[in-house]
């Protein structure tokens, strides 16, 4: 595939991951951070906030199944998952992250546990359009050498 092509259908998943509410300004200061000095830096950056994510996600799950609920701990690890998602720009996941803390906030077991299987498929789709999307850019960048 010819790089124009390439770079075009980057930018057109790039936008749709924008209009769907996928992504906001945090992943652009982190694209404007990549240069030729670090040029893998923003798949660096997300590999390590899907690490991350899925080390929160197993606490979480945990906490979830514990009984008594720990709602602070849970809150603890929401509030860490939170701040990763925000750190790169993940707005849905971020959100929804929002509206867990709510539920614990308010003791609501039932509320937690529907909010938090939102969270795991509002990452799970981010995740597979954000790989689709990186992929394309590295494709687009090694046609350019080419």
């Known amino acids: 595939m010819d790089r124009n092509r390439l770079q075009h259908q980057a930018a057109s998943m790039r936008r749709s991951l924008f209009d769907q509410g996928y992504l906001d300004e945090p992943f652009i200061q982190l694209e404007e951070l990549q240069d030729d000095a670090s040029p893998n830096f923003v798949q660096?950056?997300?590999?390590l906030f899907y690490t991350d994510s899925?080390?929160?996600?197993q606490n979480i799950e945990h906490a979830l199944n514990s009984?008594?609920?720990?709602?602070?701990?849970l809150d603890d690890y929401m509030h860490q998952f939170k701040g990763s998602s925000s750190s790169i720009g993940a707005k849905?996941?971020?959100?929804?992250?929002?509206?867990?803390r709510e539920y614990c906030s308010a003791e609501n077991a039932e509320?937690?546990?529907r909010s938090f299987q939102q969270v795991k498929q509002d990452y799970a789709i981010l995740r597979r359009k954000l790989e689709v999307y990186l992929q394309m850019v590295r494709q687009a960048?090694?046609?350019?050498?080419?």
């Open 141 to 146: 960048a090694v046609s350019q050498k080419a």
């Open 111 to 113: 509320g937690c546990i």
């Open 44 to 47: 660096e950056i997300v590999t």
């Open 92 to 100: 849905m996941v971020t959100n929804e992250c929002t509206v867990f």
């Open 54 to 57: 899925a080390r929160l996600i």
């Open 67 to 73: 009984r008594p609920i720990d709602f602070d701990k």
